[in-house]
């Protein structure tokens, strides 16, 4: 899924990110590739309800990398985005235990440390960012507990297409 106004323009958008980057992919790759506009503020990702389920049933992991990185907005401004986001996509993932894999931030960690396992809320979770993320992960370690496989990648730093 990639924030496009179709799909041919998503298909055209990942292509030149990877010619960009200097990297190539096969005919056969490129056959396993689908790309669907989408808008991970929307409820369904801003997908019809058929496109949701034929997803739910085709897609073999799920690789959220999609945010509003704004340290200047409040959490209730990126909550839709940085957050529903995470919930339709444990609710598509969900149903078939389909690997979850979550891009998350090294910013919801605290002064003390960043440990490997799910972090409790600290005073340090000062901006919407941060809180949404560290929002989105909590919502994750639930998920997990109920038993859909998650890993969770805290970077320091995500640069983006310009």
């Not at 323009?9 to 005919?27: D, E, F, N, S, V």
């Not at 049933?57 to 957050?83: E, F, G, K, P």
Request: net charge positive; proline share 4%; glycine share 6%.
């Amino acid at each position: 899924m990639i924030r496009t106004i179709d799909d041919a323009k998503a298909l055209a958008r990942l292509q030149q990110c990877i010619t960009r980057q200097g990297l190539h992919l096969t005919t056969a790759q490129w056959q396993r590739v689908s790309c669907l506009s989408a808008d991970i503020s929307l409820p369904g990702l801003g997908l019809s309800p058929a496109e949701f389920s034929r997803l739910s049933h085709d897609v073999d992991i799920v690789l959220h990398n999609a945010a509003v990185t704004s340290v200047l907005r409040d959490y209730s401004s990126l909550r839709l985005a940085n957050l529903e986001s995470t919930k339709e996509l444990i609710r598509l993932a969900a149903p078939r235990s389909i690997p979850f894999h979550y891009v998350s931030t090294i910013a919801v960690g605290s002064s003390s440390g960043l440990p490997e396992s799910f972090v409790d809320w600290h005073s340090g979770l000062q901006d919407g960012y941060q809180q949404s993320k560290w929002a989105s992960e909590r919502m994750l370690q639930k998920a997990q507990q109920q038993g859909l496989p998650v890993s969770i990648y805290r970077l320091a730093r995500m640069v983006g297409d310009q």
